[in-house]
């Protein structure tokens, strides 16, 4: 699972875009007990998720006229420029450039090979996440066309560390990526292939696990708050209870429950 001993390549941050950051605040914080501040028209009415005091995710407007409400994960980078570079010669897309955020560090926007987006975090002031884990995010998972080029494209960038497990049946392999020599302890991303027809867009996306008390309970309220379930909760040996969910305004998340209490 995912540490706040933040490494190149490990996830360090998650932010959802949203077309109305009010609903979106009051839907995350009624299901998962967070508090929302928002840091203000001068910052773009960009926001932090709270618990016990630690920023555990963040919200913010979609900045593009076009662009679905989503969760980003954010990846961690000792330099967005090199990391830039790397993205587009194994054949990615800069969505967006790197950028400062005042003091607090600079982030860049990309697409894979497959379409999926995702995000990358250069550390200034602001680390990370104050919180990973419990009553937060505790894994993040890749949903794509093509796995095999999805390895390809990540180990290239990040890095990274991969292991096949079996699916059973025919369904193929689940891959777990690791940081760079971190085996199993140092895990934090999954990732799927998947047919088109499988995909809820049709497109390849990552998406952001929550760790919840009671997963059943949690996507019971979310149905009652306008959600809808994309997987109802189910059992995964060795995971723990897990479900995915759509929110309001289309976003994918997922809930778990670990086998082993996060910490």
């Not at 001068?42 to 618990?51: L, S």
């Not at 990358?120 to 998972?141: I, Q, S």
């Not at 096949?164 to 799927?192: C, K, N």
């Not at 760790?211 to 189910?234: F, K, N």
Request: glycine share 14%.
């Amino acid at each position: 699972m995912l540490t706040d001993d933040y490494v190149p390549g490990a996830p360090n941050w998650v932010d959802l875009g949203s077309r109305d950051v009010p609903a979106a605040a009051a839907f995350y914080g009624d299901l998962l007990g967070w508090q929302f501040r928002s840091t203000g028209p001068e910052a773009g009415d960009y926001g932090m998720f709270r618990t016990d005091g630690q920023v555990v995710a963040a919200l913010g407007p979609l900045q593009d006229a076009g662009a679905q409400p989503a969760w980003t994960i954010y990846f961690h980078t000792a330099d967005a420029d090199a990391t830039t570079k790397a993205v587009e010669q194994a054949g990615g897309a800069v969505r967006f450039p790197p950028m400062a955020v005042a003091d607090q560090g600079r982030l860049a926007g990309y697409s894979d090979p497959s379409g999926a987006e995702f995000a990358v975090w250069e550390p200034g002031a602001t680390k990370g996440l104050d919180r990973v884990g419990a009553h937060g995010l505790c894994w993040t998972e890749l949903y794509t066309t093509d796995a095999a080029r999805a390895k390809e494209f990540y180990g290239t960038v990040f890095a990274w560390d991969f292991e096949e497990v079996p699916l059973p049946g025919d369904a193929g392999a689940y891959v777990i990526a690791s940081r760079a020599g971190g085996g199993q302890e140092g895990s934090h991303s999954g990732i799927m292939q998947l047919g088109t027809d499988m995909l809820p867009e049709g497109t390849s996306y990552w998406q952001p696990y929550f760790s919840v008390d009671d997963v059943d309970a949690t996507v019971a309220r979310a149905v009652e708050r306008g959600g809808a379930i994309l997987m109802p909760g189910t059992d995964m040996e060795g995971v723990g209870r897990l479900a995915l969910l759509r929110d309001p305004e289309g976003a994918f998340f997922a809930l778990l429950h670990p086998s082993t209490p996060a910490s």
